[in-house]
């Protein structure tokens, strides 16, 4: 896979995304982390200390949960949001960044490696070299979170917690139960496949809870809609919970 980074393009990726609703108690302006390898402006909306961050677009031919992030911006959830961590991958229509890493693998996990186990998922020169890598840390370090929410799709739509039930707090599992009723789809345990120098084993190292809610891929952006009032109350359910026992 080349590695050539793609030139800077002259328009901006995307239109401003929706304000922040003023009912939800995180501020409308968002707060810059950094810049992609092409110089796209990576924020974070609604900054503020909270138990649970809400991403979008870490891969960016994911289209799905970018769109469904965007539209959590504009009817509220309550939580602190990075709708988009990938914009030169969402520019590109392309999984990776702009310089064919797969951020989903560049995360300073223990697991991480330098080989790619498959062409499909370049890590990186090093854990972390990538600026859209180093945005996402700055939000944690910024939000302080729990957990975090991560927007993706997929050939399956499913929940991915790679923690048992039983090792949760009540609270926790029925929030989760009353979300994956709402929406018709499972919790899973694990996709089913190694994922060195991912958000789970960076998320187990540092006590983080990840959720990894895996979207239909090719879903019509406007059924997206019916998700959203399931997904605002599951993240403010979560953001005033304890997780574990």
Not at 33 to 39: A, C, I, Q, Y
Request: contains cysteine.
């Amino acid at each position: 896979m080349s590695t050539r980074v793609h030139p800077m393009p002259a328009m901006p990726l995307l239109a401003e995304p929706p304000p922040w609703n003023p009912s939800d108690r995180a501020p409308a302006t968002p707060e810059a982390l950094g810049r992609s390898v092409l110089g796209h402006a990576i924020a974070l909306h609604g900054a503020r200390r909270a138990n649970v961050l809400l991403i979008g677009g870490v891969h960016g031919d994911e289209s799905e949960g970018i769109f469904l992030a965007h539209l959590l911006l504009q009817e509220g959830c309550g939580v602190p949001v990075l709708p988009c961590l990938n914009p030169d991958g969402a520019f590109l229509r392309q999984r990776w960044n702009a310089r064919n890493v797969d951020l989903n693998r560049n995360l300073p996990a223990p697991d991480w490696k330098p080989e790619a186990l498959n062409p499909r998922y370049p890590p990186g020169a090093a854990p972390a070299s990538e600026p859209e890598t180093q945005a996402f840390l700055a939000a944690l370090a910024r939000v302080q979170p729990a957990a975090v929410l991560s927007l993706h799709s997929y050939k399956e739509t499913f929940v991915e917690i790679e923690r048992r039930p039983d090792s949760m707090a009540p609270a926790f599992n029925q929030a989760i139960e009353a979300f994956v009723g709402a929406v018709g789809i499972e919790r899973r345990l694990s996709i089913g496949y190694p994922t060195p120098g991912a958000l789970g084993a960076y998320g187990l190292r540092h006590g983080l809870l990840i959720l990894t809610y895996e979207l239909l891929r090719g879903t019509p952006h406007g059924e997206l809609q019916r998700i959203v009032a399931p997904l605002q109350r599951l993240l403010r359910a979560l953001d005033a919970e304890r997780f574990v026992p």
